[in-house]
């Protein structure tokens, strides 16, 4: 399966090559600016809305499943990445300079980062991936580099 978060179509393109199908994610009555867009264990598929300050979660299907973020704790976020080893969402967060760590249920587990230019300080970071070591890479992009955690 290959996701695409659209943020002109306010919604998720969901490929499959082996099928020769496709479908749609999302209301674009609802979504404002989705930007990244992961895939948990079960097929769940979570999308980070940088205008709406949320990361959205949608079942297998396509149904909407939730929310991580309300109340503030997201300002503006942008990457996301599920990792397969602690079973945790990541979210990068901007306009903090920080990465959010979110466990399946959605309870915010932990965070680091803040502005600046040393180790484990950002300068509006944007994407992150995980590898099959359960690594994360965040680009920290007004520093101009990539930071492995």
């Known amino acids: 399966m290959i996701y695409v978060a659209d943020s002109v179509d306010r919604a998720v393109h969901v490929f499959d090559p082996e099928k020769k199908t496709y479908r749609k994610i999302g209301d674009p009555q609802t979504l404002k600016l989705p930007i990244d867009v992961a895939v948990g264990p079960r097929g769940e598929i979570f999308l980070s ?16 499943a939730g929310e991580l973020g309300r109340g503030g704790e997201l300002k503006r976020p942008a990457g996301v990445a599920y990792n397969r080893v602690n079973g945790w969402l990541y979210v990068v967060d901007v306009l903090q300079h920080a990465v959010l760590a979110y466990d399946p249920g959605g309870t915010l587990k932990t965070r680091f980062g803040s502005r600046g230019v040393g180790n484990g300080e950002f300068n509006f970071p944007t994407n992150i991936t995980v590898d099959a070591r359960g690594r994360l890479y965040v680009t920290d992009s007004l520093n101009f580099r990539v930071q492995i955690f």
């Open 49 to 64: 809305d940088a205008e709406l300050a949320l990361v959205l979660k949608y079942d297998s299907a396509g149904n909407p």
